[in-house]
């Protein structure tokens, strides 16, 4: 059971080991861009091309779901960034449980955005945590876990990129100790426990009063989805990269024809480096300022 790019790498880690993969559960159908064409979510995709049966129930609290989930009789239900709660008559069905892929060293940022979260919070590690799913939210005992560090440079897409890998490495060891009877669950200390909410269109124009550290921790735990934006000359400018210059520049100068500056709120500076106009494509900031009057940034 999962749905998008990060659950997909997990998949893919199932259907090339020896454990059989049954049936696949994902979210429904989107219609995504300017046209609205259907979009097929990355684990729908995967499992069509292996032939795998495909199920999208909108909710799971349904009959024909828990009939479904009889009928397949798992000896196993794997979860990884599926989007639905799963309810306690599906939970209790498994011989072996149900067990989830989390991306974080639980119980810290539990919750559907635990890779932004972490970075924006300025965080030196993350991890990834399989757990023995329970009715609670990421709250069931630690099968196996394991720390990813986090350089200061490293953006919120290329994390999610190193902790999928490392899920896909982690969940077929876990299944085959589960299987053998080597691994058995320990208790979450929930003391320790944090939550990491859904990031919010609100939260992803970018506030230059804070500190440069807080400003680039913001900007590159949102890269490259949903992307942080702030307004030059009225319009929108989605940033994408960005690093901090220690020497103090005015707001919305450009000390060369291939740099923007921008002072924070601590008097440092940031520099943004890749941008996104509005109506335009990803660029890097030279190719953006060419020829461009620069008017305030907010």
Known sequence: MGTPDFAATILLSLLQSRHEVA???????????????????????????????????????????????????????????????LPKDILALPKYGCVNVHASLLPEYRGAAPINRCIMDGSKESGVTIMQMDEGLDTGGILLSERVGIPDSMTASELHDVLAKTGARLLPEALDKLENGGLSAVAQDDSLSSYAAKIDKSECEIDFTKPARDVCNHIRALADCPGAYTFVGGKRLKVYRAVIREETERAGTAPSPDELTVVCGDKRTVSLTQVQPEGGRRMKIEDFLRGRDIGNIR
């Open 23 to 85: 049936a696949v559960f994902t979210r429904p159908d989107k219609r995504k861009g300017r046209n609205r064409e259907i979009v097929f979510p990355p684990v729908k995709t995967l499992g069509i091309r292996y032939k795998i049966p495909v199920f999208q129930p909108p909710t799971l609290k349904s009959a024909d779901v828990l009939e479904t989930l009889e009928r397949l009789n798992p000896d196993c239900v794997t979860v990884a960034a599926y989007g639905l709660i």
